[in-house]
Structures are given as structure tokens and as C-alpha cells.
């Protein structure tokens, strides 16, 4: 009888102890559950805020580029209207005239001078000669809306160099040159009557390097003295 009472007793507490484990496993998975629907709902609310936060952001950018557009269509017509208000102008009181550039090449020194005029547009067609007032010898080389360009050889020295005179000698007489002594390329102008070999030996060293001639009146002057010592050798 006391065996079977405390039987029962440890069927008592096997039971208890059954539900009690039972109990707290129920109670564990219940805290799991719980804790993964907060979970899942946070994902979904952070997703939901991404998706508010893009949107908002697609939303920024959309009005971004419309204004920026705006500004471009604006500055577009801003720039139109002050092409055309340029183009008007051009057209009228301010209309651009073609240039006239002159090349004269100097076959005596070389040199090449270069002149340049403002052009009617009228006469931007015309022919060379009608161009310079019926001057001959001009050949069209470029002719344009903006230029046009005539050049002409002259065996001649340019004014430069006809300005600048100096005394030498050349095929054993005295000699009038363009430009001055210190010029690389010797340029004639004329040859004289008067040898170099009947005059003084200083003379015919400054001619060999050179003398220099500021004007017409000391040209002749230096060549009157030339002269007369020529003509005092052969008498």
C-alpha cells in the first residue's frame, strides 16, 4: 500500500515536471516567434522608408533636371534674340566691309609691301583694275565675301630702301646702291662713268666698305668730287 502511494507520488512529479518543461518550451518558442515578427516587421517598415526615401529622391531629381532644362530653353532664347538684334545691326548701320590688301613685290631689293583698305561691298566684284582706280599690273589672287587681296611685282626698290642711298663699287666703277652698306644683299641702283682705279687709295677703301648717302644734293656733291679727281688724273 505504501509502495503504491509512493509510486504515484513519483508519477506526480514526472507529470509536473512534463508540463512545466512543456510550459517554458511554449513559452520559448512563443518569445521566437514574437521576436521574428519584429523583425520582419522592421525589414518591411526600412523597406517601406527606402522606398518613400527613393521616391522622394526620383522625385527631386525629376524637378532638378525640369528646372535645369527651363534655364537652358531660356538661355537659348535670350541668345537667339541677341544674334538676331547682332545680325540686324550688321545688316544696317554697322554692315562689314571687305578688305582690300595690296602686295607690291620689289624685284630690286626683294622686299614685299603690304597695304591694306576698307572695301564697299559694291565694288567687291569688280575688276582689278576698276578696284585701284585703272592702276595696271595687279593680278587677283583671293578674292571673298570678307577679302580681297591683288598682288604686283615692280623691278623696282621699294620706297624704303630708295630713301637709303650709298656709294660703291661695282665692275670697277662707282656705283649707286639702295639701302645701306650694312645690307647682306648689295642692291644697284645705277653705274657711273668714274673708274675706281685713277682715284686715291683712301677713297677706293671707303667705297669698298661703303659711304653713305643721306640726300640727293650730298649725292651729287660726293659724286662732282669723284669726278673732278678722275678728271685731274687723266689731264
Known amino acids: 500500500m ?9 508519477n506526480m512529479f514526472k507529470r509536473r515536471k512534463i508540463i512545466l518543461g512543456s510550459f517554458i518550451l511554449f513559452i520559448l518558442m512563443a518569445s521566437i516567434t514574437y521576436l521574428m515578427w519584429e523583425v520582419a516587421d522592421v525589414t518591411k517598415d526600412k523597406k517601406n522608408y527606402k522606398g518613400q526615401s527613393s521616391k522622394k529622391t526620383d522625385e527631386m531629381k525629376e524637378g532638378q533636371e525640369s528646372s535645369l532644362a ?45 597695304e591694306k583698305k576698307d572695301l564697299d561691298s559694291k565694288l567687291a566684284g569688280l575688276r582689278s583694275n576698276n578696284l585701284i582706280n585703272g592702276d595696271t599690273g595687279w593680278k587677283v589672287v583671293k578674292r571673298s565675301a570678307r577679302q580681297v587681296v591683288l598682288e604686283k611685282e615692280l623691278n623696282e626698290a621699294c620706297p624704303e630702301h630708295k630713301d637709303e642711298m650709298y656709294l660703291g663699287i661695282k665692275d670697277g666703277v662707282v656705283a649707286i646702291f639702295y639701302g645701306n652698306p650694312q645690307d647682306e644683299e648689295k642692291v644697284l641702283k645705277r653705274k657711273t662713268n668714274i ?9 677706293i677703301q671707303n667705297l669698298e666698305v661703303g659711304i653713305e648717302v643721306k640726300s640727293q644734293r650730298q649725292l651729287l656733291i660726293l659724286l662732282e668730287g669723284l669726278a673732278s679727281i678722275q678728271d685731274e688724273k687723266i689731264e
Open 2 to 10: 505504501l509502495f503504491n502511494k509512493d509510486l504515484e507520488g513519483g
Open 195 to 203: 673708274s675706281a682705279e685713277v682715284l686715291p687709295d683712301k677713297e
Open 70 to 114: 527651363e534655364l537652358i530653353k531660356k538661355k537659348e532664347e535670350e541668345f537667339k534674340k541677341k544674334l538676331n538684334r547682332t545680325e540686324y545691326q550688321l545688316k544696317g548701320n554697322w554692315e562689314l566691309k571687305p578688305t582690300l590688301v595690296l602686295k607690291t613685290y620689289y624685284k630690286k631689293c626683294g622686299d614685299i609691301v603690304i
